[in-house]
Protein backbone atom coordinates (compact mmCIF):
# COMPACT_ATOMS: atom_id res chain seq x y z
CA UNK A 1 0.00 0.00 0.00
CA UNK A 2 1.58 3.18 -0.80
CA UNK A 3 2.52 5.88 1.93
CA UNK A 4 0.11 9.24 2.24
CA UNK A 5 0.92 12.82 1.99
CA UNK A 6 -1.43 14.92 4.05
CA UNK A 7 -2.29 18.09 3.56
CA UNK A 8 -4.66 20.47 5.77
CA UNK A 9 -6.11 23.37 4.64
CA UNK A 10 -4.18 26.36 6.40
CA UNK A 11 -6.03 28.79 4.37
CA UNK A 12 -9.37 31.18 5.08
CA UNK A 13 -10.75 29.60 1.58
CA UNK A 14 -12.82 26.85 1.99
CA UNK A 15 -11.62 25.87 -1.43
CA UNK A 16 -8.27 26.07 -1.98
CA UNK A 17 -7.59 22.39 -1.75
CA UNK A 18 -10.29 21.17 -3.92
CA UNK A 19 -8.78 23.50 -6.26
CA UNK A 20 -5.43 21.90 -5.76
CA UNK A 21 -6.28 18.58 -6.16
CA UNK A 22 -8.45 19.48 -9.52
CA UNK A 23 -5.03 21.26 -10.50
CA UNK A 24 -2.95 17.96 -10.19
CA UNK A 25 -5.69 15.86 -12.01
CA UNK A 26 -5.30 17.84 -14.81
CA UNK A 27 -1.35 18.20 -14.77
CA UNK A 28 -1.38 14.56 -14.50
CA UNK A 29 -4.02 13.54 -17.58
CA UNK A 30 -1.94 16.21 -19.88
CA UNK A 31 1.71 14.61 -18.63
CA UNK A 32 0.14 11.27 -19.78
CA UNK A 33 -1.38 12.84 -22.65
CA UNK A 34 2.28 14.19 -24.03
CA UNK A 35 3.85 11.13 -23.28
CA UNK A 36 5.89 12.37 -20.24
CA UNK A 37 7.10 9.93 -17.61
CA UNK A 38 6.86 12.80 -15.17
CA UNK A 39 4.66 11.51 -12.17
CA UNK A 40 2.16 13.74 -10.25
CA UNK A 41 0.53 12.06 -6.87
CA UNK A 42 -2.68 10.47 -7.32
CA UNK A 43 -5.68 11.87 -5.05
CA UNK A 44 -6.62 10.00 -2.47
CA UNK A 45 -9.14 11.81 -0.50
CA UNK A 46 -10.14 15.82 -0.58
CA UNK A 47 -12.29 18.23 0.98
CA UNK A 48 -12.56 21.16 2.45
CA UNK A 49 -10.02 20.27 5.13
CA UNK A 50 -7.73 17.98 3.52
CA UNK A 51 -6.39 16.48 1.13
CA UNK A 52 -4.57 13.35 0.49
CA UNK A 53 -2.37 12.62 -1.87
CA UNK A 54 -0.21 9.36 -2.18
CA UNK A 55 3.51 9.83 -1.74
CA UNK A 56 5.99 10.00 -4.29
CA UNK A 57 9.50 7.88 -3.23
CA UNK A 58 12.23 10.63 -4.58
CA UNK A 59 15.26 8.98 -6.04
CA UNK A 60 19.26 10.33 -6.60
CA UNK A 61 18.83 13.64 -8.61
CA UNK A 62 21.56 11.86 -11.15
CA UNK A 63 21.97 13.53 -14.79
CA UNK A 64 19.90 10.77 -16.43
CA UNK A 65 16.86 11.47 -14.04
CA UNK A 66 17.10 15.04 -14.43
CA UNK A 67 17.23 15.30 -18.08
CA UNK A 68 14.50 12.84 -18.37
CA UNK A 69 12.49 15.21 -16.01
CA UNK A 70 12.89 18.23 -18.06
CA UNK A 71 12.18 16.07 -21.60
CA UNK A 72 8.68 15.64 -19.66
CA UNK A 73 8.39 18.87 -18.88
CA UNK A 74 9.20 19.71 -22.64
CA UNK A 75 6.93 17.57 -23.61
CA UNK A 76 4.18 18.79 -21.49
CA UNK A 77 4.55 22.76 -22.76
CA UNK A 78 4.65 21.74 -26.55
CA UNK A 79 0.73 20.53 -26.25
CA UNK A 80 -1.26 22.79 -27.85
CA UNK A 81 -4.50 24.15 -26.02
CA UNK A 82 -6.96 26.24 -27.43
CA UNK A 83 -7.28 28.75 -24.86
CA UNK A 84 -5.21 30.45 -22.23
CA UNK A 85 -6.27 30.08 -18.29
CA UNK A 86 -8.24 28.03 -16.51
CA UNK A 87 -11.80 27.58 -15.67
CA UNK A 88 -12.04 28.79 -11.95
CA UNK A 89 -10.72 30.94 -10.08
CA UNK A 90 -7.71 29.12 -7.89
CA UNK A 91 -4.87 29.83 -5.31
CA UNK A 92 -1.35 30.81 -5.55
CA UNK A 93 0.11 29.79 -2.12
CA UNK A 94 -2.38 31.86 0.52
CA UNK A 95 -3.76 34.00 -2.16
CA UNK A 96 -6.50 34.52 -4.77
CA UNK A 97 -5.45 33.75 -8.27
CA UNK A 98 -7.82 35.01 -10.98
CA UNK A 99 -8.24 32.94 -13.75
CA UNK A 100 -10.59 32.68 -16.81
CA UNK A 101 -9.92 31.87 -20.37
CA UNK A 102 -8.48 34.05 -23.40
CA UNK A 103 -7.43 33.56 -26.89
CA UNK A 104 -4.29 35.83 -25.99
CA UNK A 105 -1.26 34.36 -23.65
CA UNK A 106 -0.49 37.91 -23.17
CA UNK A 107 -3.54 39.52 -22.45
CA UNK A 108 -4.15 36.62 -19.99
CA UNK A 109 -1.17 37.04 -18.25
CA UNK A 110 -1.35 40.81 -18.04
CA UNK A 111 -4.94 41.10 -16.83
CA UNK A 112 -5.04 37.90 -14.53
CA UNK A 113 -1.52 37.49 -13.19
CA UNK A 114 -0.12 41.00 -12.98
CA UNK A 115 -2.81 43.42 -12.89
CA UNK A 116 -4.68 41.11 -10.60
CA UNK A 117 -2.10 40.55 -8.02
CA UNK A 118 -0.49 44.48 -8.55
CA UNK A 119 -4.26 45.12 -7.29
CA UNK A 120 -3.61 43.42 -4.25
CA UNK A 121 -1.24 45.80 -2.73
CA UNK A 122 -2.49 47.77 0.14
CA UNK A 123 0.07 50.59 -0.02
CA UNK A 124 -1.19 53.26 -2.57
CA UNK A 125 2.02 54.65 -3.17
CA UNK A 126 3.43 51.50 -3.85
CA UNK A 127 0.82 49.98 -5.88
CA UNK A 128 1.03 53.24 -8.13
CA UNK A 129 4.84 52.96 -8.53
CA UNK A 130 4.36 49.56 -10.03
CA UNK A 131 1.11 49.85 -12.04
CA UNK A 132 3.38 53.45 -13.59
CA UNK A 133 6.38 50.59 -14.60
CA UNK A 134 4.13 47.87 -15.81
CA UNK A 135 1.98 50.89 -17.60
CA UNK A 136 -1.25 49.42 -15.63
CA UNK A 137 -3.43 52.35 -15.28
CA UNK A 138 -5.50 53.81 -18.11
CA UNK A 139 -4.07 50.42 -20.34
CA UNK A 140 -6.10 48.63 -22.92
CA UNK A 141 -5.42 46.05 -25.09
CA UNK A 142 -5.92 46.75 -28.93
CA UNK A 143 -7.75 44.14 -31.35
CA UNK A 144 -6.60 40.82 -28.58
CA UNK A 145 -3.53 42.19 -29.43
CA UNK A 146 -0.05 40.99 -26.84
CA UNK A 147 0.77 44.54 -26.86
CA UNK A 148 -0.36 46.73 -24.01
CA UNK A 149 -1.00 49.92 -25.21
CA UNK A 150 -1.03 53.47 -22.52
CA UNK A 151 -2.81 56.31 -23.85
CA UNK A 152 -5.17 58.57 -21.78
CA UNK A 153 -8.24 57.99 -21.57
CA UNK A 154 -9.07 61.12 -23.08
CA UNK A 155 -7.44 60.28 -26.54
CA UNK A 156 -9.39 57.29 -26.52
CA UNK A 157 -12.09 59.11 -26.94
CA UNK A 158 -11.02 61.59 -29.34
CA UNK A 159 -9.47 59.51 -31.64
CA UNK A 160 -12.21 56.51 -31.44
CA UNK A 161 -9.21 54.00 -31.04
CA UNK A 162 -10.98 51.31 -28.58
CA UNK A 163 -13.88 52.95 -26.72
CA UNK A 164 -14.61 49.46 -25.46
CA UNK A 165 -11.69 49.25 -23.29
CA UNK A 166 -12.75 52.49 -21.24
CA UNK A 167 -14.98 50.28 -19.48
CA UNK A 168 -12.23 48.17 -17.41
CA UNK A 169 -10.10 51.48 -17.35
CA UNK A 170 -9.53 52.02 -13.62
CA UNK A 171 -9.39 56.10 -12.73
CA UNK A 172 -6.34 57.36 -12.37
Not at 3 to 18: E, G, H, S, W
Not at 65 to 91: C, I, S, V
Not at 127 to 140: F, P, S, Y
Request: glycine share 10%.
Amino acid sequence: MARIFRKQNATVYPDALICEAEGLECLAEELQKSGSMVRVPRIQHVDEAVLEIEEIESGPATSEALAQFGEGLARLHKRQQPQYGWGRDNYIGLSPQKNGWSQSWGQFFVRNRLEYQVSRIRDRDIRDRIEGVLGIRGACWLSGSVRVVSIPACFMEIYGLATSCLKGMRPG
